[in-house]
């Protein structure tokens, strides 16, 4: 195992180059001290291998489903002796779905660019999620993902920027010609996780959503620039779904549906898996979506979520800032929601709730099950070319409360709406808005929302500097 590792091996390899003269940008590249690359993560590992060690051929034609399964199998016994990373060197490497492993890094040279398969019998099939009873695009089961992990701790993926593209096509035009048996596969899912960093990454074209963590916790995500054409369908950015401790920072993401979405399952499924999602925190956040949001909360929230603190974000091109998607028959909660700060261009609408988000997994919901709503802070947002301000529709007998909105600035387009506040169903308080809110947001002198003065423990988790050891 890693021959690679050790100082004087690395070294006899850089100086054989030397003298061959012809490879000196690879010299260049090996910044650490031991030649390899450096990056940060929340750990390093000890063991190291390269892709090519198991067979891999990066020549974008040659299929590495083999290779990567390989690998992180061999790799996956040294979980309790320091953990293992798996370097993907320069090259296109298509693949097939695999599955990683506890205290293991992924880590893409900057070169290195995954290609996923589109040969659907490389693609398992699994049962659909407990909190949702079915899958969202077909009833029954669901492709895996192409990066998958369940009951997984420590796992890194990361890079030098370098890149992963879904190829996602295949399956959007399955999608539009009503084509699909099964789910379509996300780029990555890890689901009953602990520890994840996925970051420095660029990732185009999922099938379906890009970054799906589900009933996980403790998860870095950073650093990320995600790309999907504007008309593709649900190809949302990074969708935490029944997650508690995560943290999101300075992504910048281009998608056909929402950039973020928060989430935590589906009607009665939801309301009986009871796992909310919880604590997150977004950072420095850029979003275009010509057709969806900034950041949802929901429409699958049955489970509820809670306590969710982004600030520094920007929208250009987007549909909507921040929407809360919920219905009927959802149960669960959205409450304690803290945004501050938003630079927003060319929207159709700044403040967007929806009490009456009709889709359901089955007829089987129940009717009496509502969404409790309330603690919605909004403050400190400057919005240029809108057509509406903010459409804020609640449930009738079930208002959604205690919404405060303050120091808000809103220009118009050409084509603004007549009525550029419309509220059914909600209640709060506003100060320094313009244009001036409806009615059942009265203005409150000297009001300034609130916005946590604490940090969550996600936020001062530290990443390590780490070096992939290996010289390639
Ligand atoms: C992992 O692969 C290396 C290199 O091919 C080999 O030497 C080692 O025995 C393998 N380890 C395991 C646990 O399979
Ligand atoms: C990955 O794990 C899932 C769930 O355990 C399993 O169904 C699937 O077959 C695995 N995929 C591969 C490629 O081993
Ligand atoms: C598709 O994948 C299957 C199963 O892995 C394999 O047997 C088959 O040869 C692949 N087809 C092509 C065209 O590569
Ligand atoms: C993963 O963890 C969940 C929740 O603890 C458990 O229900 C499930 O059986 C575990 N799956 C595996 C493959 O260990
Ligand atoms: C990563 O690559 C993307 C696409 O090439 C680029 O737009 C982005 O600026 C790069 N990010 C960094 C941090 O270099
Ligand atoms: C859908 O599944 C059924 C039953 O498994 C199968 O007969 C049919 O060919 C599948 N259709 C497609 C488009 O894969
Ligand atoms: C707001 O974003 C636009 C780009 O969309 C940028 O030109 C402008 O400088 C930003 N303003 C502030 C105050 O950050
Ligand atoms: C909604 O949640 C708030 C805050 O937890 C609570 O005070 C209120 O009673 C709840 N409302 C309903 C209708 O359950
Ligand atoms: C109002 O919001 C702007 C940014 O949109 C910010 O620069 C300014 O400091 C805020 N004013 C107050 C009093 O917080
Ligand atoms: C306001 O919103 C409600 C509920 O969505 C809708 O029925 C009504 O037509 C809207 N009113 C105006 C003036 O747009």
Redesign the pocket.
């Known amino acids: 195992m890693c021959p690679r590792l050790g100082n004087s091996i690395v070294i006899g390899v850089i100086s054989v180059i030397l003298i061959l003269g012809s490879e000196k940008v690879k010299v260049a590249e090996c910044k650490a001290a031991n030649g390899g690359i450096e990056y940060t993560a929340i750990n390093c590992r000890k063991h190291s291998a390269v892709l090519t060690d198991f067979g891999g051929v990066g020549d974008g034609v040659t299929s590495n489903t083999k290779a990567f399964r390989n690998a992180i199998s061999n790799l996956s016994h040294y979980a309790s002796d320091g953990g293992a990373q798996l370097i993907v060197p320069p090259g296109k490497w298509l693949t097939g779905p695999f599955n990683l492993t506890s205290h293991f890094t992924l880590f893409l040279h900057n070169k290195a660019l995954i290609l996923a398969s589109q040969n659907e019998s490389e693609w398992p099939h699994l049962p659909v999620l407990p909190s949702y009873g079915r899958g969202r695009d077909a009833p029954h089961g669901r492709f895996g993902s192409l990066i998958f992990g369940t009951n997984l701790t420590d796992v890194v993926i990361t890079g030098q920027n370098g890149s992963i593209d879904g190829q996602g096509a295949y399956w959007w035009k399955k999608f539009h010609n009503k084509k699909l048996n099964l789910t379509r596969p996300y780029m990555i899912e890890l689901m009953y996780s602990d520890q994840i960093q996925i970051s420095s990454l660029t990732l185009l074209n999922s099938p379906s959503y890009f970054i799906h963590p589900v009933y996980s916790s403790n998860i870095i995500m950073q650093g990320l620039t995600i790309n999907a054409p504007i008309n593709s369908p649900n190809t949302d950015g990074i969708d935490p779904d029944s997650c508690t401790n995560v943290r999101i920072e300075d992504c910048y993401i281009v998608s056909g549906d929402d950039c973020v979405s928060i989430k935590s399952g589906w009607d009665e499924y939801g309301i009986k898996f009871a796992m909310p999602s919880q604590h997150i925190v977004i950072k420095r956040f ?1 979003c275009v979506s010509p057709d969806s949001t900034m950041i949802a909360l929901g429409s699958e929230m049955s489970g509820g979520i809670s306590d969710v603190r982004a600030e520094d974000l ?3 091109n987007t549909e909507s800032a921040i929407r809360i998607k919920t219905a009927v028959g959802r149960g669960g909660y959205v409450k304690d929601i803290f945004v501050k700060g938003m ?4 929207m159709k609408y700044v403040f967007w709730m929806t009490g009456a988000y009709k889709s359901h997994p089955d007829p089987n919901y129940d009717p009496k099950a509502l969404p409790n709503i309330t603690g919605i802070n909004y403050r400190d947002v ?1 919005a240029t070319q809108v057509m509406m301000s903010a459409r804020l529709q609640g449930i009738s007998n079930n208002p959604f409360t205690n919404i405060c909105i303050s120091n808000v600035t809103i220009q118009f387009n050409e084509k603004p709406k007549k009525h550029q506040w419309n509220c059914t169903d909600v209640s709060g308080v506003t100060n320094k808005v313009t244009p001036p809110p409806c009615e059942s947001l009265p203005e409150k002198e000297q009001l300034q929302c609130p916005f946590p003065t604490n940090s969550l423990p996600i936020e001062s988790v530290k990443l390590k500097s780490c070096s992939t050891n290996a010289f390639f």
Do not use: H, Q, S
Request: proline share 0%.
């Open positions: 850029t920007t929208a250009i630079n927003l261009t060319t400057v």
